[in-house]
C-alpha cells in the first residue's frame, strides 16, 4: 500500500428519526390518548486512532462517509432504534482539520478518539407532550440532522528521532544499519520518496523509533520540492540526527541549508536537541575529520552534539546512538513534566451558556431570530404543522423573543424566520 500523509473527506453524522403522531385506537378503549414514540438518536462519526494503521491510503476512494439516521418513532410510544456510531481508524499521529484551518482533534496515542461530527437527537412523539392543558397534541418533533462537514486529515508520524539532511546524506543507509527497515538505498540523490521507520536498540535502554525524512533542500519550508510535505513528520520528534556527507564542498553550508529550513518551517524546528553528524568519514584520516568538525564548530550551538560516523562500516554509530538515548530521555521527561503542569491549573470559574441567549434583526420586512437554543427547536418543528408552529411560538414567548419582536416594531401579521431553517407569521 502507498504512503499517503493527506487526506480531505466529507463527513456527515446522522439525522435523527422523526417522532410519531398517533393515537390509541384499541377495542374496548373509548377515547384513547396520543401514545406517538420518539424518533432515535442518528449516529455520529467517531475517529479513533490505531498503531495498527500506518497509512492514510484508505482515504484515497473514500472520500464521503455517511453514519446512519436513527429510526422513526411508532405508535404505541415504541421509539425508534438510535443507529450505531461510525468509527472511522486512522493511523496514530493523525491530526484532523476543518476547512477554516481549525484543529478538531489530534489523535495522537492508540485509542484516542474523538467524535467529528454528532448525531442529530431524534425528535419526540406527540404522547412526550401531553399536559394538563393541552390533552390531545397532534403534532410530533422532526428529528435533527446530523452534523456535516469538510476535513482534512494529516499524517505526522510519531518517533523519538528523526533523520534530516540534503539529499544524499546517507540518511537511508543509517536507518537500515541500525534498524530492521529496508529503504530504498542508492548512490544518487532523492531514493527516498517517503519517509521510513526503524526502531533501533540501544544497549539495555529503551529502543528508539527513528524517522527517515527525504532529503531537503533550500526552499523546502517554503515548499520548494516535496520538503513542506515532510518536515511534518519531524514536528512529533523529540531528537534530530542532522547528518552530513563529509564529502560535500562545505560542510558549514550544508549544515546552514538544513537549520534554515527548520527555523523557517511553521514550528521552529530548530529549537528541537540536536545532534550533527558527519557521515561518510571511512575513508578520511583523523586530521580531515578534525578539520571538519572543527569548521562545524564554528556554526554549531552545542560542540558537545557533533559526531562523526560511517553509516556504510557501522564507525561510531554505537556511540551516537548512545549519545542520542539519552538526549531522548531528557526531552521525554521534559514532555512529561509539561503535560503534567497542563493538568494542574488553576480553575477558571465561568458562566455556563446554556444556548437561550438569542439576537433578533430585522432584514428587509422579515425579523430574523438568532440564537442556538431557539434555532434547535426550529430543526424539530415541522412548518407544514400548525399545531407545530403553535408550540414554536409558545417557547418563543417563555424565552423572551416574542417581547423583544415587538419592541422592533413586529405586529400580528409579521414575517419571522428563525436563522435560515424556517418562516412562519405571527
Known amino acids: 500500500m502507498n504512503f499517503v500523509d493527506k487526506a480531505q473527506v466529507d463527513i456527515e453524522a446522522g439525522r435523527g428519526g422523526n417522532g410519531c403522531v398517533s393515537f390509541r385506537h384499541e377495542k374496548y378503549i373509548d377515547h384513547g390518548g396520543p401514545d406517538g414514540g420518539d424518533g432515535g438518536r442518528g449516529g455520529s462519526v467517531i475517529f ?21 439516521d436513527g429510526e422513526p418513532g411508532s405508535r404505541r410510544r415504541q421509539h425508534g432504534k ?15 482539520v476543518d476547512e477554516a484551518g481549525n484543529e478538531l482533534a489530534d489523535l495522537v496515542n492508540n485509542g484516542d478518539r474523538a467524535v467529528i461530527a454528532k448525531g442529530g437527537d431524534g425528535g419526540f412523539g406527540n404522547a412526550h ?27 505526522k508520524i510519531i518517533a523519538d528521532v528523526g533523520l534530516v539532511g540534503l539529499p544524499n546524506a546517507g540518511k537511508s543507509t543509517f536507518l537500515s544499519v541500525v534498524s530492521a527497515a529496508r529503504p530504498e538505498i542508492a548512490d544518487y540523490p532523492f531514493t527516498t520518496l517517503t519517509p521510513n521507520l526503524g526502531v533501533a536498540d540501544v544497549g539495555n ?35 534530530i540526527i542532522h547528518l552530513i556527507d563529509a564529502y560535500v564542498d562545505d560542510v558549514v553550508k550544508a549544515y546552514q541549508t538544513i537549520e534554515r529550513e527548520l527555523r ?31 569548521q562545524l564548530k564554528s556554526v554549531v550551538p552545542n560542540s558537545n552534539d557533533i559526531m562523526a560516523i560511517s553509516a556504510k562500516s557501522s564507525q561510531g554509530v554505537g556511540e551516537l546512538l548512545k549519545h542520542v538515548a539519552k538526549l531522548v530521555n531528557i526531552a521525554r521527561k521534559a514532555r512529561d513534566e509539561v503535560a503534567k503542569s497542563e493538568d494542574v491549573g ?21 425579523f430574523v431570530v438568532n440564537g442556538k437554543k431557539i434555532e434547535k427547536f426550529a430543526l424539530r418543528s415541522d412548518p407544514r404543522s400548525e399545531p407545530a408552529i403553535r408550540r414554536l411560538k409558545d417557547i418563543m414567548r417563555k424565552m423572551g423573543i416574542e417581547h423583544e419582536l415587538a419592541r422592533q416594531g413586529a405586529v400580528a401579521g409579521s414575517v419571522v424566520s428563525i436563522g435560515d431553517i424556517l418562516k412562519f407569521t405571527l
Open 48 to 68: 479513533v486512532a490505531s498503531n495498527n494503521e500506518n497509512t492514510l491510503a484508505s482515504f484515497r476512494y473514500k472520500k464521503s462517509l455517511k453514519a446512519e
Open 82 to 96: 438510535s443507529a450505531s456510531d461510525l468509527i472511522i481508524t486512522v493511523p496514530s499521529g493523525t491530526t484532523i
Open 129 to 155: 407532550f401531553v399536559s394538563s392543558v393541552r390533552q390531545a397534541p397532534k403534532f410530533a418533533e422532526k428529528g435533527e440532522p446530523g452534523e456535516k462537514l469538510t476535513v482534512n486529515l494529516e499524517l
Open 205 to 239: 535502554g529503551p529502543s528508539l523509533l527513528i524517522a527517515d525524512i527525504p532529503g531537503l533542500i533550500e526552499g523546502a519550508a517554503q515548499g520548494k520540492g516535496l520538503g513542506d510535505e515532510f518536515l511534518r513528520h519531524i514536528e512529533r520528534t523529540l531528537v
Open 264 to 294: 523557517s518551517y511553521r514550528v521552529d524546528l530548530s529549537e528541537r536537541p540536536q545532534v550533527v553528524v558527519l557521515n561518510k568519514v571511512e575513508g578520511l584520516d583523523a586530521d580531515m575529520i578534525n578539520d571538519l568538525t572543527a
Open 346 to 366: 488553576i480553575p477558571v470559574l465561568t458562566l455556563d451558556d446554556d444556548g437561550s441567549s438569542f439576537k433578533v434583526s430585522k432584514e428587509a420586512d422579515v
